[in-house]
């Protein structure tokens, strides 16, 4: 799916999207997932409801919308971590829906999560360590299992070291991760993530917290996942961050996809300005995540 013409160059990104409609529900030409009728209500609150959306495998893709508009909930239900009142899902052709959390990291989804309590007082290592993949641990028994067991351990350090090295993190492999700055915590996470080698990472705010310094190199991890062959799904607030990396925008609104398509179709759809662009400008908080006010009336 990856095209040399697009490598680092988010904006020829577009061309990874050729043949798909920006209209809500649209089909892709290789959709690593496919969600159908996904429902998530809370009491008598629709936090989502998603008729059907594809995500074109190979892509950044975001999913937007304002505060309360389901995409946490959206994440949740995908990766395990809540269960749907309703709904179908497929990713790489296998159902997901029903699947627990470890089981939907292990085939290949995986979501960052900000760092707990409890994984601040662990060293980055230990965090790294404990993401990875195979912790076959008592199942193993006798030296043949402890022999197994060993080269497992050793070949997770290994994947952990060479992540925090591509990171800019091995330095720190020894600090507690409650000491690393916002943005070294982000791409601790990222780096957590891609211990199990997943076919998709799911990035929740990743720029959330960021100092501007870093932004730039957490773009650059992001785009060079998608260039390596990975999909990104993330969930942002930065409408600048939004635009210039996204090769497919989702926009979510009370629960249900608004609309679909390329950075440019969707400043230019008046829906989406109305329901989220635009709503941004009411938005109190508007100045520590909300820059698409900038964005309003923009073509
Ligand atoms: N566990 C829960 N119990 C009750 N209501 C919930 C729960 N989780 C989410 N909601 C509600 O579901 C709706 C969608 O919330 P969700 O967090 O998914 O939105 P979001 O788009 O991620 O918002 P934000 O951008 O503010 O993070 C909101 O009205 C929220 O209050």
Redesign the pocket.
Known sequence: MSSDATRGAPEAGRDLMSGAEPEVGSGKTDPILRADGVRRS??G?T??DVGHLEVQRGTITALI????????????VLTGFDRADAGEWTFQGRRFDGLAGHKVAQRGMVRTFQLTKALTRLTVLENMLLAAPGQRGERFVGAFGRWLWTGQEAANRERAMELLARFKLDAKKDDIAGSLSGGQRKLLEMARALMVEPAMVMLD?PMAGVNPALVQSLLEHITSLRDEGTTVLF?E?DMDVIMGISDWIVV?AQ?GVIAEGRPADIRSDQQVIDAYLGAHHDDPDAGADGRGDRKEGQP
């Open positions: 809370f009491g609150l936090a989502v919308g304002p505060n309360g508009a389901g995409k946490s909930t959206l994440f949740n705010e969930v607030h979510l629960g």
